[in-house]
């Protein structure tokens, strides 16, 4: 028998949806055989107690489903989401270089810098990307700040509101997708795709 962790927050909780599968995985991990324990941000001290750690709480480098993970990693106990996934993923600029560097395909994606907003190197960028951009602020997650533009103006008004928030913003060709998948990477290795 095993003891797996499953770090929650007030706000995963609130949504019905998410309380109903954290229920479900728990029945799933009992009917295994296995032991299994909410833990919220007050009990963060019971992590290394635990022999498995499932992070379903949003993860940011700057909160505590960080401080979560990196404990988990400290204690040798394997931990989803891991500290290095959440450094990475939680910035589309690094996420994306890592991406590259790597040779992973994904839709055609430029970085613009402050300096270089300028009507020139956005003409350009409709010219090369196509006639309908994706601009995201590199923090973003749940779609916050992920928007569609087809103009020049339309893309300095969302530039503008991006480029308050970081230095950087990602802009992508538009690709369009009937099903929004999802891509899962375990261990370095083994992937999920819903
Ligand atoms: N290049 C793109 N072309 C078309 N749709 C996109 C593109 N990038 C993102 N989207 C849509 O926007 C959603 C949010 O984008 P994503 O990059 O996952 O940001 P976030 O981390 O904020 O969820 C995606 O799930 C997808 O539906
Ligand atoms: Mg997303």
Known sequence: MKQLGIFVDRKT???????????????????LGHDAHFIFPVDIGKIPRMEALFIRARTDPMNITYVAARMAELHGIPVIDDPASIRICGDKINMYSQLMKKGVSLPETRFLSRSENSVERVTELFGTLGTSLI???PSTSFSLRVEMVATIEEFFRVARRFIKLSDWIVVQQYVESRYDWRVGVLG?????CL
């Open 135 to 137: 601009l995201k602020e």
């Open 13 to 31: 909780l609130s949504n019905a949806e998410q309380l109903n599968a954290l229920i479900r995985c728990r029945n799933v991990v009992e009917s």
């Open 188 to 192: 370095g290795g083994t992937s999920l």
